[in-house]
Each structure stands twice: as structure tokens, then as C-alpha cells.
């Protein structure tokens, strides 16, 4: 069915205008004052709110086998959770570890996707090792629609590659036009740090940060920008939690490494003092790169509105309390990750607001630049015709409260419990159908597609 959204301000990166948009056909066909639509369109009165493009998240964890255990989302819970925080796409983390073939993970992550999402998706395909057929199946892998790689410089002998497979993944990519996602943490120090500590009797979740310290992402930061610069492939840090590795890719920005820089939602809201927390509220928080000191929130958050940083993501990964308490005698065993993918537009909209972030820049970093950089714009990330019809009508009248009473991410606890909204929104749509409303979801299960994305990084 046609939709039209009446008389909402729409803003995209650059621009901000009072217009109907209308939508066929799965695309934004018309923009403009007044429209005229056949009979038979869904329309929809948007005055007084803000019409975003679909916001993207480039980094979540759904299917994921991991400490032992499994991330709680399936995609079903978790596109539906995105989908009424205002997250129309997400591009998911293909994790199959070291012992596992390549192109049978991506073919079971693509499986469990498939027909089970509610929104749009894409994935990173993460390389763990690189062996004889890596080439010829990221090849594969790369010609079927996934034009971004992720390689883990922590987690040693599961996710973790060494550096020489770092250079083969690199080179290989920049000969393929692809970008190449990095968990940046020094895998050896991790692991001879984490020895020392348990050695030490200092097994809490307050020891987590101690084992990774700022200086441990700094070093892997700095290692991956110089194998960037060595090889000519475009990269991209994911989490990137504090100043000091801000400072490594800042320096490589500034001598012409192509790299790019995401920060995600726990490292701007939350700081150590959570995990610091006694037992099992202390492991809730445990996440990699940890939660840091709490002058790392103000850097990244000034950062963020200067563009040093290019995205804002949420490295969703969802473990529950039972899951958590797996580390209960050594943090080295807490599963790590914290889940946000339902809130992250909310609360980046609220605390953008409150330290005068333009919206401009707000629309940016949750959405547009992530279209970018990884071949979906503008198709996705912007309201223009012949872009996909993934809209948000936001409306900031709203007032609530985040809480694990009412979220739709399958996890019985939620790591921003408490934290105020001003504004949601108030109607999401997925290619031309209103998939969410004021915070039911109402739409088709199962709608979600796989995103083909070509390469670009020449
Ligand atoms: O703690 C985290 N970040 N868990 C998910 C895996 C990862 O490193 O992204
Ligand atoms: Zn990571
Ligand atoms: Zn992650």
C-alpha cells in the first residue's frame, strides 16, 4: 500500500524541510508541499514531529556463540527491539571462530536471519584466521552482497587473528575494495594481565578493566592504523571507548590512514564505577573494551560533535543474569557484551540535545555515515526519492524512562535501567510499511531483508 507521512520535518545531514513524503513501491517517490496521493494511501499526520531517515546500527551481536555460551536474541526479538527504538537496519557481527569454516558460518548466519528479522540487515563477515581457501571464500563471500570484514585483535585463539593474518586480511581487502571493521585490544597483554590478576586473588568484575587497560586499546588501535597505512585498505574501529585510543586514531587520521572511528552507546553513558559494582551487578556491565574512567564519556561525546568520531553504535550482545554469573569466580569468565540495540536512538537523541548536538550531526552519526561507509547509501540513510522507505516520525513531546519492564530485547536486565527519553518515535517503517508505533510493534514478522552491498573502497 502507498503511504503518505503529511506535514513533518524532515531533516537529513544538510537539510531540514517542512514537506510531505510519499512513498511507493518500497521507495520514497515524492517530496514536497501539499501532495496529492490516489485514493487508498495510508496517511499518516506527522505535524509537530521530526521525520528521520531509518537509523542504522553497524554493530550488533545476535547469533552469537560466545564464553560458553549464546547471546539471548534471536532476530526475531531483536529486530522487533530495534525496530521500535527507530533502528531500521543493523549490520550484524558473522562470528564463526578459528575452528569453524568461513563460508559454512556465514552460510549458517545468513540462515538464522533469514525470514526471522523484522527489519533490514547486513552482516560483517569476521575473518579469524587466514588460511589456504580464506581467499576464494571472502571472494565468495564478498560477491554474494557483504562487502565488509571484521577481524578481532583480542580474544586469543578463538575470535583473534595474529598479525600476519591481520596483513593478509588487510591486503586482500584492499584489493577488493572492502572496509575492514577491528576490535582493537592487544590480545597477548590481555591474557598475560587477566594470568596475573587471577594469580593475584583479584577474580571480581571491578578486575576487568585492570585487565585491559586503556593502553592495551591505544597499542591495538595504533598496530591496526600502521597495517592500514602499509597496506592501503580502509578501516573502521569498532567500540572505541577512551581517550587514549581516540588519540592513536586521530594521529593516523591525520597522516592519511584511511580509518574511520565508532564509539558505541555504553562507553558514552556508562563508566567503570558500573562494573565496580558488587557481584552480579558488577558483571552485568562487564563488556570489551571496558567500561572506562568517566572523563573518557566527555572526550568521546566532544569528539562526536566535532565528526572525529563517524558513527555511534551499540555492540548489542545480550547475556542474562544466569548467563553473567558463568564468571562468578573469575571475571575472566563473565560472557562479555551489554545489549542497547532498542534504546540507542533514544538516548542519543536525549543527551545529543542536552550537550547541543545539532541534529544535523545526530542524523549523521546514527545513521547516514554508517550508510556510507559501508555501501548502503543512499538506498539507506537518507529521505530522498528513490531511497528505501525507511522512515521515522519522532515525536519529542515524549517523556519516559528506560526499563527492562518494558523493553522488547530478550534479556532480563537492562544496562541504562532508569535513564530518561525525551522523544521516541512514534511511527517506524520498513520500505513503505509502518512496522512500529509508539513502542508496539505492529508489523510483519519475517519483513527484513539481506542487504547486497557492493564494495566502494577503492
Ligand atoms: O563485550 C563485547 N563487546 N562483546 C561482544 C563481542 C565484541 O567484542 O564485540
Ligand atoms: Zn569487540
Ligand atoms: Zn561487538
Not at 7 to 32: K, L, P
Not at 194 to 204: C, F, M, N, S, W
Not at 236 to 255: D, T
Not at 310 to 331: A, I, M, N, R, W
Request: charged letters at 25%; proline letters at 4%; hydrophobic letters at 40%.
Amino acid at each position: 500500500m502507498a503511504l503518505l507521512i503529511r506535514n513533518g520535518e524532515i531533516v537529513t545531514v544538510g537539510s531540514r524541510v517542512q514537506a510531505d513524503v510519499y512513498a511507493e513501491n518500497e521507495t520514497v517517490t515524492t517530496i514536497g508541499k501539499n501532495l496529492v496521493v490516489p485514493p487508498g494511501t495510508e496517511i499518516v499526520d506527522a505535524t509537530g514531529k521530526l521525520i528521520f531517515p531509518g537509523f542504522i546500527d553497524p554493530h550488533v551481536h545476535i547469533y552469537l556463540p560466545f564464553m560458553a555460551t549464546y547471546a539471548k536474541d534471536t532476530h526475531e526479538t531483536a529486530s522487533i527491539a530495534a525496530l521500535i527504538g527507530g533502528t531500521t537496519t543493523y549490520i550484524e557481527m558473522c562470528c564463526p571462530n578459528r575452528n569453524d569454516d568461513a563460508l559454512a558460518g556465514y552460510q549458517l548466519w545468513k540462515s538464522k536471519a533469514s525470514g526471522n528479522s523484522a527489519c533490514d540487515y547486513a552482516f560483517h563477515m569476521s575473518v579469524t584466521k587466514f588460511v589456504r581457501e580464506t581467499e576464494s571464500q571472502l571472494r565468495e563471500i564478498v560477491a554474494d552482497g557483504t562487502s565488509s570484514f571484521k577481524i578481532f585483535l583480542a580474544y586469543k585463539n578463538f575470535f583473534g587473528v595474529d598479525d600476519g593474518e591481520m596483513y593478509q586480511t588487510l591486503a586482500l581487502a584492499g584489493r577488493l575494495g572492502v572496509i575492514v571493521t577491528a576490535h582493537c585490544e592487544n590480545a597477548e597483554l590481555v591474557a598475560r594481565l587477566q594470568e596475573q590478576l587471577v594469580a593475584e586473588g583479584k577474580t571480581e568484575p571491578e578486575w576487568h578493566e585492570p585487565s585491559r587497560p586503556e593502553s592495551v586499546e591505544a597499542e591495538g588501535t595504533g598496530r591496526f592504523a600502521t597495517f592500514l597505512e602499509n597496506t592501503g585498505a580502509a578501516g573502521y574501529v569498532v567500540h572505541l571507548s577512551c581517550e587514549k585510543a581516540l588519540n592513536a586514531a586521530l594521529a593516523a587520521k591525520q597522516r592519511g590512514v584511511r580509518l574511520s572511528v565508532e564509539v558505541v552507546l555504553p562507553h558514552l553513558l556508562l563508566d567503570k564505577s558500573f562494573a565496580e559494582r558488587p557481584g552480579i551487578e558488577g558483571m552485568k556491565y562487564v563488556m570489551s573494551p571496558p567500561l572506562r574512567a568517566k572523563y573518557n564519556n566527555e572526550t568521546l561525546w566532544s569528539a562526536l560533535a566535532l565528526g572525529f568520531v563517524d558513527t555511534v553504535g551499540t555492540d548489542h550482545c545480550p547475556f542474562d543474569t544466569d548467563q553473567k554469573l558463568l564468571g562468578k569466580d573469575s571475571f575472566v569468565n563473565i560472557p562479555n557484551g551489554i545489549p542497547g540495540i532498542e534504546d540507542r536512538v533514544n538516548l542519543l537523541y536525549t543527551i545529543g540535545k542536552r550537550k547541543r548536538i545539532g541534529l544535523d550531526r545526530f542524523v549523521d552519526f546514527a545513521s547516514t555515515r554508517a550508510a556510507k561507509l559501508f555501501g548502503l547509501f543512499p538506498r539507506k540513510g537518507t529521505i530522498a526519492v528513490g531511497s528505501d522507505a525507511d522512515l521515522v516520525v519522532f515525536d519529542t513531546n515524549y517523556r519516559g524512562t528506560v526499563s527492562v519492564k518494558t523493553q522488547h530485547v530478550n534479556n532480563d536486565y537492562n544496562g541504562f535501567e532508569g535513564m530518561t527519553i525525551e522523544g521516541r518515535p512514534s511511527l517506524v517503517t520498513v520500505r513503505g510499511k509502518v512496522q512500529a508505533r509508539d513502542g508496539k510493534f505492529v508489523g510483519e514478522r519475517g519483513r527484513g531483508r539481506f542487504l547486497k552491498r557492493e564494495p566502494k573502497h577503492f
